[in-house]
């Protein structure tokens, strides 16, 4: 890759970034910088240099928030991220045309058939916001043992732009930041451009992908960075 095509991968690595609405300022920064060790940084060829090293000095980070970093893009689903159930009694009132929104008296949750994402609902003790809530309660009834694995809604970005052993590092950063030992892969891919779109979603626009080769836990520069299909 010659130096001009460099500074347009880089470019379209960067404008990408920043097109990513969802993207945490964290990750974001992390693929900036990766993206400038790669392609920009004029000593991406020492070979001295490790680019995880050179990334880090970038961000003046340590080891520690480097780890971080990567455990905030954990392919997983956060119930807290879609979770826009209104406070107080959810059953309708048909006249005001509003819902009754008096303090809940009966509270349970409810997961989605197509998805596996929960729904928390709440309702008062009136009696016709409780014959409101007796068939969701059926339907509720089993509801978590019934659905699929909840199909993720947070992480898997940085896959999208650079090809490396994520599965590995993943569960390295949740054992050391997380102290949480049983994470696992979800069942649809790390990367979120190969989960599902879910109705009212946007779906994640892929990107070509830069190559990271890595040794003994660290990334090494290449002679050249190697672009993979998406």
């Known amino acids: 890759m010659t130096d001009r095509e460099a ?8 404008s990408r970034i920043y097109e990513e609405r969802r993207m945490p300022s964290g990750t974001r920064d992390l ?8 392609l920009r940084d004029p000593r991406r060829h020492d070979p001295a240099l490790t680019i995880w090293a050179r990334t880090r000095d970038v961000l003046n980070a340590d080891n520690k928030r480097m780890w971080q970093l990567i455990t905030e893009d954990v392919p997983r689903y956060d119930s807290d991220l879609h979770d826009d159930s209104p406070m107080g009694c959810q059953a309708p009132m048909i006249r005001a045309k509003r819902l009754c929104g008096r303090s809940t008296m009966h509270g349970f949750s409810e997961c989605d058939p197509a998805t596996g994402w929960s729904r928390h ?34 992480g898997g970005l940085l896959p999208l732009f650079f090809s490396w052993n994520w599965e590995s590092k993943y569960r390295k950063a949740m054992e050391l930041i997380k102290y949480h030992s049983s994470w696992e892969p979800p069942g649809y891919g790390l990367s979120a451009d190969e989960w599902p779109t879910v109705p009212g979603t946007e779906p994640v626009k892929a990107f070509p992908k830069l190559r990271l080769v890595a040794s003994d836990g660290e990334i090494l520069t290449p002679p050249a960075p190697r672009l993979t299909p998406a």
């Not at 500074?7 to 960067?14: K, M, N, P």
């Not at 007796?134 to 947070?154: L, T, V």
């Open 7 to 14: 500074l347009v991968r880089y470019d379209q690595l960067a």
């Open 31 to 38: 693929l900036l910088a990766l993206g400038w060790v790669t």
């Open 121 to 154: 609902w709440g309702f008062c003790n009136r009696p016709r916001c409780r014959e409101y809530m007796a068939p969701i309660w059926e339907r509720s009834r089993g509801s978590h043992k019934r659905a699929p694995e909840p199909i993720p809604n947070a």
